[in-house]
């Protein structure tokens, strides 16, 4: 018997972060649970039409901070996988988008009150040894924004279908917000397991199917995620992990006719051949493929003459060197007033050099190790090419160690070229570099700042003065996406700083709100005409 009701979810309130204090239940009980999985080898398969299937082509999930240990081992797609994954997303998405769409959403509530409760620890844990983060980072972002992406997406689809157009007596009009005919392929990334739950779940909460690439070092993490869906209620099919090669997947699935939409978050480079891919492709495609990616961040800190110094410096630290800078919005590059650098400078270098480096186990580490071995070559090449060069200064960190874990001290460097290689190039690893300029030229200075760096995805100016901040926020209009006044470039929260940029950061399409949700929409027109026309003349054409 069909239930004859409307209904609607009410705006949900955003998880809020555990502290993890001494002697406090979560932290005993996360304590536990890393030991409980370092201890432990765990075979990931991958999910395909909801069932595991192994291809013995095995990868190997190692701990950040100490390399010599395994934590998984993970079967890798290859073709012939990834065409069963798209088969059975195309087989699943005939009942999946006649679902009533409350119906969809309560599965993924319901993954959000299993993230948020029961597997809270699991998820967290999973995320500190696989991907390196200490509690905080994790818990914030692992468990906090997973659940808000889960219930607020749930919310925004839920106002997209109260949109609708004015009828008249005579006629009803209706918008049916369709899903995307065919599958979404959702490419996600190392350092944010949220990212991972989010690329292929919002667009499958509109009604869309799923194959999900995670990215290898990520691969532990994000299995437990697509775990806690199935226990949530998800249909075969609906969502498909498949991890294995980019290279491999990408191509055989960028190819496939039925390719509706591509949801990714990873780098620029990767971004722009999935784009020429699509574009090589068009003629094979049944439908314009949705094109949906954030990508990297050469993210600045301006600040004012007249900023606060420990507001400052607190916004260089936590913005450059939380999650050791992996962040696509970490604090990069500086710019600071000759006459606000004198009185900040000792207190940064010696706030930075405090910062504890270690293992994630120890809660009291501030800074962990990078993801992986090709990470750690890469920042530490950047270190030494300005240990080098004669237009920069290492002023703390500097200092980098493989031989046990992947590990890069903060660094902080000073040029006095703005446009250095360092101000210029992302790098993606806890490495600040400042440029001091003249107080007389703080317009230009947000000038150089507008024009040095392809990218346009977060920023901050810090200031007490209110015309700097207007004419920062004029000056850097296109600069980022996510623009942050007296605070640090890092940390949106859905449904309060709705997250993207453009230039080469992507296409700002602002993953945790409504205008992310509406591009895996597709709607349709609807009128009904209550009193049809019996003659096809019109009153005009009466003549006297």
């Known amino acids: 018997m069909p239930k004859n009701n409307a209904f609607e979810f009410v705006r949900p309130r955003n998880e809020y972060p555990l502290n993890y204090t001494p002697g406090s239940p979560e932290k005993e009980e996360v304590k536990e649970k890393l030991t409980e999985l370092k201890g432990e080898v765990t075979e990931i398969p991958l999910i395909i039409g909801g069932r595991e299937v192994k291809t013995g082509d095995l990868g190997e999930v190692r701990m950040p901070t100490d390399h010599s240990t395994v934590l998984a081992k993970y079967h890798k797609a290859g073709e012939k996988e990834i065409d069963m994954a798209i088969e059975a997303a195309l087989k699943a998405k005939h009942e999946w988008e006649r679902m009533p769409w409350d119906k969809r959403a309560k599965i993924f509530k319901k993954a959000a009150a299993l993230i948020a409760g029961p597997y809270r620890s699991t998820v967290n844990a999973a995320t500190m040894l696989g991907q390196g983060k200490n509690i905080y980072q994790s818990e914030i972002e692992a468990v906090c924004e997973l659940v808000d992406f889960l219930e607020f997406n749930t919310y925004y689809l839920n106002e997209i279908y109260k949109d609708q157009p004015d009828s008249l007596r005579t006629v009803i009009n209706q918008v049916e917000y369709r899903p995307l005919e065919g599958f979404i392929f959702a490419v996600s990334p190392f350092n944010f397991t949220a990212i991972g739950g989010n690329l292929p779940s919002a667009p499958a909460i509109a009604g869309n199917v799923s194959v999900w690439k995670p990215a290898s070092t990520a691969v532990y993490s994000n299995y437990i995620v697509m775990k806690i ?39 620029s480079e990767v971004f722009k051949d999935m784009w020429k891919e699509v574009g090589q492709n068009i003629d094979r495609y049944k439908t314009y493929p949705r094109i949906v990616g954030e990508t990297g961040g050469k993210d600045f800190v301006v600040a004012h003459p007249t900023a606060d110094k420990n507001e400052v410096i607190t916004a260089l630290i936590r913005g450059a060197y939380e999650y050791q800078g992996q962040k696509c919005s970490a604090a990069s590059r500086a710019y600071i007033p000759e006459t606000l650098w004198e009185r900040m400078k000792d207190k940064l270098i010696e706030k930075v050099s405090e910062l504890k480096v270690g293992p994630v186990e120890d809660f009291t580490n501030f800074v962990n190790a990078v993801i992986d071995k090709q990470a750690f070559d890469k920042i530490a090449s950047y270190i030494d090419y300005a240990k080098d060069s004669d237009e920069a200064e290492i002023l703390a960190g500097g200092k980098y160690d493989d031989s046990e874990g992947y590990y890069i001290w903060p660094t902080v460097i000073k040029t006095d070229n703005p446009k250095f290689k360092t101000m210029e190039e992302e790098i993606f690893g806890p490495v600040l570099t400042v440029y001091v300029y003249p107080d007389n030229e703080y317009e230009k200075t947000l000038e150089l700042c507008n024009e040095t760096s392809p990218y346009g995805l977060t920023g901050s100016i810090i200031a007490k003065d209110k015309e700097a901040l207007l004419k920062a926020e004029d000056i850097l209009t296109h600069a980022a996406g996510n623009f942050y006044i007296n605070d640090k470039p890092t940390g949106s929260v859905v449904g309060q700083q709705p997250f993207g940029g453009a230039r080469a950061s992507g296409t700002n399409d602002k993953a945790g709100s409504m205008w992310n949700i509406i591009r895996w929409i597709s709607p349709r027109s609807i009128k009904e005409n209550l009193n049809p026309p019996k003659d096809y003349r019109y009153p005009c054409m009466e003549e006297e």
């Open 229 to 267: 869906f199935e226990e949530a209620g998800l249909p075969p099919g609906v969502i498909n992990f498949i991890p294995g090669s980019g290279g491999l997947v990408g191509n055989r699935v960028m190819k496939h006719p039925d390719l509706a939409g591509v949801h990714f978050t990873g780098s």
